[in-house]
């Protein structure tokens, strides 16, 4: 039998966390103490991300080092849509004790693998007791002389571009949910997010006037974008990308597969507004920014509301 945290420890844990975690050129001194201490460089941007057991992951449909990765990916995605440059990370675990050290050391095997994925260094976190599984994972980043980017900068006339994928994990954990694991593509999407990391820093190169990561769906995420730059964004669906697998999912769960591109969230695509004509080559364009003319902040798909689902909200 495995043994369990209980019988480890915490302290023999920590140890079993920190013993190969390699520092990045920013931190003269990292895990071990109360605090880490690193070196700024430009406007420090800081952000926390929480993962529960039953709401964002199940741990028969997730594998432990999926876990891991989806939670450092999901942290420093948010440092990305600031258009920082990630850096650090603190991850806090709450586990029960007699969860065994196997779930735990495979979880951490995936954030390791994802900080390395990600370029940037674990300084530290917390380690305690609980009823349920949790991870929380804070992500800091820098500015390294760039302005930051809001949600609140879009102007009428720019272009909205994306970067990374959407649709492909809220496909996938359809497939989950009905107890299926194929389309592979679709569900490996839901289990490890691929984050176009380094997009952030490269749209504030190319003076993104807005950004947001899709987190929680294009039209919902994009929303707050419209709402807090006081503009109407107008989305064109023929540029949306649906693969044939997303399609095959819709079909056989009777959606339309729109449902999954627009609505999807936990892809963390990065996207954002930008100056006409200064998009990135990388960028896919999928509409633009409109003046209010009298209307709400709002999001129209192909000059109309969208009608269809809007994406996750917590607590809703």
């Known amino acids: 039998m495995n043994e369990t945290l209980a019988e480890v420890g915490e302290f023999a844990l920590i140890d079993r966390l920190t013993r190969d975690v390699v520092r990045g050129p920013e931190v003269s001194l990292g895990p071990g103490d109360d605090g880490a201490v690193i070196s700024v460089d430009g406007a420090l941007v800081i952000s926390v991300d929480v993962l529960n057991e039953g709401v964002h992951f199940r741990t028969d449909w997730v594998a432990p080092a999926d876990d891991g990765h989806r939670a450092i990916a999901g942290a420093v995605a948010d440092i990305e849509a600031m258009g920082a440059v990630p850096t650090n990370v603190l991850v806090a675990l709450s586990a029960p004790p007699d969860l065994e050290t196997t779930w735990f050391d495979r979880f951490m095997a995936g954030v390791l693998e994802e900080c390395e994925t990600a370029h940037v260094t674990l300084v530290g976190g917390d380690l305690s007791g609980a009823r349920a599984l949790a991870a929380a994972v804070t992500a800091l980043g820098m500015t390294r002389g760039r302005p930051v980017i809001t949600r609140a900068g879009a102007q009428p006339g720019d272009a909205v571009a994306i970067k990374g994928r959407v649709g492909g994990a809220a496909a996938g954990l359809a497939v989950l949910a009905r107890g299926f694991r194929s389309p592979r593509a679709l569900v490996s999407a839901y289990q490890r ?124």
Do not use: C, M, N
């Open 193 to 316: 997010p691929q984050v176009p990391y380094g997009a952030g820093a490269e749209a504030a190169r190319h003076g993104a006037t807005a950004l947001i990561d899709v987190s929680d769906g294009l039209v919902a995420d994009l929303g707050h974008i419209a709402a807090l730059s006081s503009v109407v964004i107008d989305l064109d669906s023929g540029t949306l990308d649906i693969p044939e697998p997303l399609q095959a999912v819709a079909h056989a769960t009777g959606k339309d597969p729109l449902d999954f591109v627009l609505a999807g969230g936990e892809d963390h695509a990065l996207v954002g507004t930008f100056p006409f004509g200064g998009v990135p080559q990388t960028w896919t364009v999928l509409g633009r920014v409109q003046h209010l003319d009298g209307r709400d902040p709002q999001i129209l798909v192909d000059g109309q509301e969208w009608l269809g689902a809007r994406g996750w909200a917590h607590f809703a």
